[in-house]
T-cell receptor
Framework: SQKIEQNSEALNIQEGKTATLTCNYT??????LQWYRQDPGRGPVFLLLIRENEKEKRKERLKVTFDTTLKQSLFHITASQPADSATYLCALAYSGAGSYQLTFGKGTKLSVIP | NAGVMQNPRHLVRRRGQEARLRCSPV?????VYWYRQLPEEGLKFMVY????????ESGMPKERFSAEFPKEGPSILRIQQVVRGDSAAYFC????????????????FGPGTRLLVL
């Protein structure tokens, strides 16, 4: 069965630095990959989507890369701010029984230290 | 501009009781998805519904769990005879278009219902 691993449970970085989060998967590549942000006590919020034939996507201070050879996606937050502190989830979309299913990683808890 | 609404936000049940979780999708969305998040685990897909239809229930436990999305009213996730292992956060998400024809369709998540079984 498909396994998704996010590099670490927790990541601490200094304000202003670039945070890099990793999402690795096994077996076959997904049709597309999404990144979400989840704050405590709240539901996930969609951030970015990247398709299997795309190498990189950007949105403001966020950048996502997708390497199907390495079976890995990297999520970067540049010029990080304390407000970026949250848990970040990667989700892979596979064709399931009649629909595309999202399979989520456990998440990486990012703490940006002032 | 209301997003996905879920109620109750917190639900406490004793073993053997029934739990009913409600989800009102974003206005205009007719596709609803339920996920479960166990402590220290990732979100797990449970079921995908369209109005009056179950499209994909491959993630639903075979017993005690059921879901519906009637023509009128919210989607309901029902757990009968709850056990301690059912304690988790249950999230509902909605989208505007059919996931099969628009696989990149963004899903909007609700705040979740935290179920605690004593």
């Amino acid at each position: 069965s498909q396994k998704i691993e996010q590099n670490s449970e927790a990541l601490n970085i200094q304000e202003g630095k670039t945070a890099t989060l990793t999402c690795n998967y096994t077996n076959y590549s997904p049709a597309y990959l999404q990144w979400y942000r989840q704050d405590p006590g709240r539901g996930p919020v969609f951030l970015l989507l990247i398709r299997e034939n795309e190498k990189e996507k950007r949105k403001e201070r966020l950048k996502v890369t997708f390497d199907t050879t390495l079976k890995q996606s990297l999520f970067h937050i540049t010029a990080s701010q304390p407000a970026d502190s949250a848990t970040y989830l990667c989700a892979l979309a596979y064709s399931g029984a009649g629909s595309y299913q999202l399979t989520f990683g456990k998440g990486t808890k990012l703490s940006v230290i002032p | 501009n209301a997003g996905v609404m879920q109620n109750p936000r917190h639900l406490v049940r004793r073993r053997g009781q029934e739990a009913r979780l409600r989800c009102s999708p974003v206005k205009g969305h007719s596709h609803v998805y339920w996920y479960r998040q166990l402590p220290e685990e990732g979100l797990k897909f449970m079921v995908y519904l369209q109005k009056e239809n179950i499209i994909d229930e491959s993630g639903m436990p075979k017993e005690r769990f059921s879901a519906e999305f009637p023509k009128e009213g919210p989607s309901i996730l029902r757990i009968q005879q709850v056990v301690r292992g059912d304690s988790a956060a249950y999230f509902c998400a909605s989208s505007q278009h059919h996931r099969q024809t628009s696989p990149q369709e963004t899903q909007y998540f609700g705040p979740g219902t935290r179920l605690l079984v004593l």
